[in-house]
């Protein structure tokens, strides 16, 4: 058996009767012998939204359960915790009378106002029309059916009223609904624990637009949802500005990351390996050969291959070269070095001198003739003497 504090919600009468004790309104308080529906939040259950509790008519109506309303405290709005003798006279407006009575299925009090302010609130054409009692009482959590056939999921009994509360809006309308035992308070009243501030909040209500709901409720009540929407406002805000962040975050590192890549990327492509090594040191070998061959005064020392070809060129044609395009330079170089590598016949000959076919030196043989023939000559003249 489970012990929660409860807060129903009724509308009185509306008719407020002056007596030489104040003045006095009837209200049904209370209903017996039906099934009303809870929220699971509300009742402390996890599993389910919604508990169907049976009110027995015997148990609303038992006279342990009757003789608890009488005196109890009118006040305005719930106060937390309830009203005790240490705050009776800071919260009471009033009081239910004694003539507390059944009527039918339902339980029936005068409502008697003593306190002007409270007097006024209620006359007043927007003034609040709700009730709602504030009581403790045991809650079995056991399945069954009533004898109307209606199923429950458990049981509600014993009852004991702490007070009834004056409310512009009661929490669960015009049906029955648990309190806010989580916080031990008798139902989710925006109101303080002062009857002079609470009935000024009561007297004036305002509609808030919540989620395209509208919500009526007290200037109190407005002003809390209306922080609460802004506090929202400011969260759903800075969640945003902090995901753009995150965002624009990874988008830099993704750039950073990029921009390192791509300049590794370039340091691979300058590093040579040993086979393009050894080809671009034995091409270089081959380009100064030709150029040194070709123009042999030219100075390479440096120069860029196509610096190189430009020079040799120039140093063999002039100025004829100026302005000429990088193509032109090269086929004019590839041109000469072709030329280079021809044949002269004349050029081998004085650098190797000509042969015979048997190999002899014509220019030896030529000289060593004409001294022989010198030698010989005084044998032809007048004088020379005739062999027999």
Avoid: C
């Amino acid at each position: 058996m489970t012990e929660i504090k409860f807060t129903d919600a009724m509308i009185h009468d509306g008719v407020l009767r002056k007596t030489d004790d104040g003045h006095v309104v009837h209200a049904r308080v209370a209903r017996g012998g039906n099934v009303q529906n809870y929220r699971g939040s509300e009742m402390g259950v996890t599993d389910r939204d919604v508990v169907r509790i049976y009110r027995p008519s015997d148990a609303v109506f038992a006279r342990n359960a009757i003789n608890t309303y009488a005196r109890k405290p009118i006040t305005i709005g719930h106060p937390e915790g309830g009203v005790s003798d240490e705050t009776w006279k800071d919260l009471a407006v009033g009081e239910i009378d004694r003539d507390v009575v059944r009527d039918g299925e339902f339980v029936s009090v005068p409502l008697l106002f003593r306190d002007a302010k409270a007097i006024t609130m209620m006359q007043a054409a927007d003034g609040p029309r709700e009730l709602s009692m504030g009581y403790v009482a045991s809650v079995d959590f056991s399945d069954g059916v009533t004898p109307d056939g209606d199923s429950y999921d458990a049981i509600m009994t014993d009852f004991r009223m702490n007070h009834v509360a004056v409310v512009p809006l009661a929490r669960g309308g015009k049906e029955l609904r648990i309190g806010d035992g989580a916080d031990a308070r008798w139902g989710a009243s925006p109101y303080n624990d002062r009857k002079d501030t609470i009935m000024a909040d009561a007297i004036n209500t305002r509609t808030v637009l919540i989620d395209g709901l509208s919500v009526v409720t007290t200037d109190a009540g407005a002003q809390a949802l209306e922080k609460l929407q802004g506090t929202i406002a400011d969260a759903a805000k800075k969640m945003a500005d902090a995901e753009t962040a995150h965002a624009k975050a990874i988008a830099d590192a993704d750039a950073k990351l990029a921009k390192a890549e791509a300049a590794l990327d370039a340091e691979k492509a300058k590093v040579l390996s040993d086979a393009d090594l050894d080809k671009r040191v034995a091409d270089r070998a081959d380009l100064l050969a030709v150029a040194k061959g070709i123009a042999p005064d030219v100075k390479t020392a440096g120069l860029g291959d196509a610096a190189i070809r430009k020079a040799v060129v120039t140093a063999k044609l002039g100025d004829a070269v100026e302005g000429k395009s990088d193509a032109y330079i090269d086929a004019r170089f590839d041109i000469l070095a072709e030329n280079l590598n021809e044949a002269d016949p004349f050029a081998d000959g004085l650098k190797s001198g000509v042969k015979t076919a048997n190999d002899a030196d014509p220019a030896g043989t030529a000289y060593a003739s004409n001294v022989a023939s010198m030698a010989d000559a005084w044998k032809s003249g007048p004088n020379a003497k005739k062999e027999a």
